[in-house]
């Protein structure tokens, strides 16, 4: 079992930045692969970013990628997500995932744990 929190959202303008913070507690917390989802009103959830449990391999939704950068600190126990020059089309509830297996990273099936949310509003 693996516990999930992000924090770190809020009000931001277009063009600016966030840094979004993902603490994890429970099991061992080193073996598993992390991603960020999102989801906007009426929209589904959506893969924004992934990272290996050693951050050996990163992958990015095209949406993302070169503004966003997953990153994780294992002796934390914490994943991150830096979000640059943000748009209002990122606004989004953020989720943090955790896996312990599988390599279909931008699946929402393939993660075991979710966090419960948190919101990122990008005004114009």
């Known amino acids: 079992q693996v516990q999930l929190v992000e924090s770190g959202g809020g009000l931001v303008q277009a063009g600016g930045s966030l840094r979004l913070s993902c603490a994890a507690s429970?099991?061992?917390?080193?073996?598993?692969?992390m991603g960020w989802f999102r989801q906007a009103p009426g929209e589904e959830r959506k893969f924004v970013a992934a990272i290996s449990w050693d951050g050996g391999s990163l992958n990015y939704a095209d949406s993302v990628k070169g503004r966003f950068t997953i990153s994780r600190d294992n002796a934390k126990n914490t994943v991150y997500l830096q979000m640059n020059s943000l748009k209002p089309e990122d606004t989004a509830v953020y989720y943090c995932?955790?896996?312990?297996?599988?390599?279909?990273?931008?699946?929402?099936?393939?993660?075991?744990?979710w966090g419960q949310g948190t919101q990122v509003t990008v005004s114009s």
């Open positions: 995932a955790a896996a312990k297996h599988g390599r279909s990273w931008s699946l929402a099936g393939t993660y075991d744990y």
């Open positions: 429970g099991r061992t917390f080193t073996n598993y692969g």
